[in-house]
């Protein structure tokens, strides 16, 4: 069933924004892996996408960088929705036009609370973002489907 991205941020808060992140890697086969992600508007577009944050360093990030094109899954219960499109990337090795490394941080805290993430300490929070390379992967879907 063709759904739209509304549906998609209607089942973050029944999970704590749990997904399924599918990449492909070099030789076609897919890598796939469970992260938090949330709809929020682009921030240059300014239209909506899914967005999680990934370690810097990690196989899925260069998957990303490589073939830059993800599936992201989420469900609650029996109903799920799936996005799939082009992704980009921000973070300190990725840098977005438009985005500066004040709106990156501010960025990733977006990210984390769309996913229904809370922080007591944000300082903390953007340390820690910056020490472990965290980049913001921002999916604009060009196809979202649902099971009916």
Known sequence: MMTDITDFRGLVAADHGLVVVSTLRADGSVQSTVVNAGVLPHPVGGHE?????????????????????????IRAGWQWVTAEGPVELAGPADP?????????????????????????????????????????????????????
Do not use: C, Q
Not at 54 to 70: F, V, Y
């Open 49 to 73: 996408v899914v967005a999680f944050v990934i370690r810097g360093g990690t196989r899925k990030l260069a998957n990303l960088r490589e073939r830059p094109r993800a599936t992201v899954t």
């Open 96 to 148: 977005l036009p438009g985005l500066g490394p004040e709106d990156l941080r501010w960025l990733l805290r977006d990210v984390f609370t769309a996913a229904g993430g809370e922080h007591d300490d944000w300082a903390d929070y953007d340390r820690a973002m910056a020490s472990e390379g965290r980049t913001a992967v921002l999916l604009t879907p060009d196809r979202v489907y649902s099971n009916p």
